[in-house]
Nanobody
């Protein structure tokens, strides 16, 4: 069992930056990646970025060059968001999945609002 807790959301102006953090606790052997999703009203949930504990990263095309995902330590994944745009406004959730079970882990989310 793994618990995920996000922090770092807020309200910023276009062009600004935020750093989101996702702290995992519980059985860390149960997961081997953490990724970030976002969902805005009226839009589908979108995979923003992900990182495996082996160091592989991936990004949605919409955030490439602006967002950076990294792992501070075994339990914490950060999402540095630069050059924010109003289109980035959404609730951001970190997510993982049990390695050997069809169980997904979700944080409760943190709101990111970017004003124009």
């Amino acid at each position: 069992q793994v618990q995920l807790v996000e922090s770092g959301g807020g309200l910023v102006q276009a062009g600004g930056s935020l750093r989101l953090s996702c702290v995992a606790s519980g059985n860390m052997f149960d997961i081997n990646f953490i990724d970030w999703y976002r969902q805005a009203p009226g839009k589908q949930r979108e995979l923003v970025a992900g990182i495996t504990f082996g160091g592989s990263v991936n990004y949605a095309d919409s955030v490439k060059g602006r967002f950076t995902i990294s792992r501070d330590n075994k339990n914490t994944v950060n999402l540095q968001m630069n050059s924010l745009e109003p289109e980035d406004t959404a609730v951001y959730h970190c997510h993982s999945k049990a390695r050997f079970r069809e169980v997904n882990y979700w944080g409760l989310g943190t709101q990111v609002t970017v004003s124009s």
